[in-house]
């Protein structure tokens, strides 16, 4: 790889540590300086005020703000995110197991999706303007219309309630074999490939008609060759880079989505345990989820651009 | 001057004029009151409830119908709010440009990189949930969006000569931005503004959905929707009913948005023909 290409990657690189340390200031400003007391918002209107005195000692609230900022930090880099402030359990040992089983979810969405995505773009290129791009555009307005829990819940009521393929709750364990998880979290998979089938398809589509207005498309085609040849020999080399950048934007995407998805089919994962604690008013856990997901989100993005960096082979050789 | 309206872009006008009129006269056209027990828990559809009740025995069209004005009014309410304040900022930092521009425009890039669901929701488990909360939160998290649209249409825009002009006669800052680069700016960002607006009801309807927005005795869509789910497990398709009229609402939106979209479009390449 030349210096040049290096140098950029590492450009990006230190460009995503940064945002990382951003949004990490952005989530703990969020919770912390907002107005009103977080001790009182915790405990509600009716609390004593020794209760909140006492609460506020616990959190560490009477320290400054910078230095409880670089304490979350640390720790939190570290994997200690403190205890739960509703049970008092260790933050770090549920979210690792509730990581995987989240990571679980969206790669199977992912390993599903991205193949689909790809061909259905494919298709709609080569049949541009005819009846199955048109099937494939009116198909993603329908899903970008819908908000993921209804996709949810039609999918739920027909496919578990009515035809009874699939249990309509996603329970998950250790003690599953990968078949048994395979089964319990397939609705779930399938609610997730939709909702970013649809982005992925006309992203891809987008991505490829833009490379088949190229010049030396038009001499292949110019050369006789079949349309399908000019697409798969010459338009999709060529648009690898914008397509690995769809997927990964998509992934990001994906991400947001299972936190719904999720609480609809009560899967024990990222997504419902900051829901939860969301509701219960649980700063810390939702510090530390939050954090996590804004991480995977920004180091998603990273790996998009600087894929976009090493497959553009314009940046390859310099002038 | 005739205009011809596509088909299903009047449909999606009607439809649409359907939603917001049963937003605006909700309680004229409700059969029962919106917190009303009026019969048993999930009876079927029925001449006397024409979309039969929800889990606790309230008449479900009711519900939808008062669920209709509270999801439309906080979509729009945060629609207005994102789309005044992101334009005004990114048209503001095109004319002032240097520094502002620059402070500005990095600011919206960093709030852009924590996903907007997640920030709500870290935002949401300190403020308390109140309606008009709801509206500012959803609205300054979309206006980052506006932002960018407003910011790439506005950089276009000033370095036209009009806006040159009307520099060099010594107008203000804030004339420039009002009546030179805002009228110019408003065609592409009005076929936006459908498509915000979507968002925000596709927002508020997952927050309430979640059981983090519209908290009862208010009700929209999404809680309609949380309300009855568990009633979805023993084949009661009460949940359905918000869920498709959340999806016809954004469907017949993005019709009209489409129509706007593509006869600005086609107006620019009129004139630049």
């Not at chain 1, 829990?149 to 329970?171: C, E, Q, T």
């Not at chain 2, 979309?142 to 036209?160: E, K, S």
């Not at chain 2, 030179?180 to 498509?195: D, K, R």
Request: net charge positive; aromatic share 8%; charged share 15%.
């Amino acid at each position: 790889m030349p210096t040049h290409l290096i140098l950029l990657v590492i450009q990006r690189l230190a460009l995503g540590v940064l945002l990382l340390l951003a949004s990490s200031v952005l989530i703990f400003a969020g919770t912390q300086i907002l107005p009103g007391d977080v001790a009182q918002a915790v405990l509600g209107q009716a609390a004593t005020p020794e209760a909140i005195a006492n609460l506020r000692e616990e959190m560490g609230l009477n320290e400054p703000a910078v230095s409880r900022y670089l304490k979350w930090l640390f720790g939190a880099v570290q994997g200690d995110f403190g205890n739960a402030l509703t049970n008092g359990a260790d933050i770090g040992a549920s979210i690792s197991k509730r990581l995987g089983n989240t990571l679980f979810l969206a790669l199977w969405a992912a390993v599903i999706s991205v193949p689909l995505a790809i061909l259905l773009g494919l298709i709609a290129v080569r049949f541009r303007n005819r009846w199955p791009d048109r099937l494939v555009s009116a198909m993603s307005l329908a899903t970008i219309s819908v908000p993921e829990f209804v996709i949810g819940y039609v999918f739920m009521f027909f496919v578990a309630v009515k035809l009874r393929w699939v249990p309509s709750v996603s329970m998950i364990n250790d003690s599953m074999s990968l078949m048994q998880k395979l089964q319990s979290i397939a609705l779930p998979v399938i609610v997730l490939t939709f909702v970013v089938l649809a982005h992925m398809m006309r992203m891809t589509r987008a991505a490829i008609l833009n490379v088949m207005e190229s010049p030396y498309i038009e001499t292949a085609e110019l050369k006789g060759l079949s349309r399908f040849a000019v697409i798969t020999r010459h338009a999709l080399p060529n648009s690898i880079a914008p397509i690995v950048n769809v997927v990964m934007l998509n992934l990001a995407y994906l991400v947001v989505g299972v936190v719904v998805v999720e609480v609809i089919f009560v899967y024990p994962g990222m997504g419902q345990y900051l829901v939860d604690h969301v509701a219960k008013r649980d700063i810390p856990v939702v510090q530390a989820a939050g954090l996590i997901f804004a991480s995977v989100y920004i180091l998603l993005n990273m790996a998009a651009d600087i894929i976009g960096i090493v497959a553009n082979p314009r940046l390859r050789h310099p002038k | 001057m005739t205009m011809r309206i596509p088909v299903s872009a009047l449909i999606g006008l009607t439809m649409m004029a359907f939603f917001f009129s049963l937003a605006v006269f909700a309680p004229l056209i409700a059969p029962y009151g919106i917190g009303e027990v009026v019969g048993d828990v999930w009876e079927p559809m029925s001449a006397k409830h024409w979309l039969g009740t929800d889990n606790i025995g309230r008449d479900l069209l009711t519900r939808m119908i008062y669920g209709a004005r509270t999801t439309i009014f906080i979509a729009s309410a945060a629609t207005v709010l994102s789309f005044t304040l992101g334009t005004l900022l990114a048209l503001s930092a095109v004319v002032l440009g240097g520094w502002v521009d620059m402070a500005l425009s990095r600011f919206i890039d960093l709030i852009m990189t924590i996903p907007t669901l997640i920030f709500a929701l870290v935002v949401l488990s300190v403020v308390p949930t109140s309606i008009l909360i709801l509206i500012v939160l959803m609205g300054l998290l979309d206006t980052t969006r506006v932002y960018r649209l407003a910011r790439a249409v506005a950089v276009d825009i000033n370095v036209m000569d009009y806006v040159e002009a009307a520099r060099l006669r010594g107008e203000g800052t804030r004339w420039i931005v009002l009546r030179e680069i805002l009228p110019n700016a408003l065609s592409p960002l009005v076929a936006e503004l459908g498509l915000r607006f979507i968002f925000m009801v596709l927002f508020i309807s997952t927050l309430s959905f979640l059981g983090l927005g519209v908290l009862p005795p208010d009700t929209d869509w999404g809680a309609i929707v949380k309300e009855n789910k568990e009633g979805l497990v023993y084949g009661i398709p009460a949940a359905l009913a918000p869920a498709v009229a959340i999806a016809t609402l954004a469907i017949s939106v993005n019709l009209v948005a489409d129509w706007v979209l593509n006869r600005t479009t086609s107006l620019k390449g009129g004139r630049n023909a």
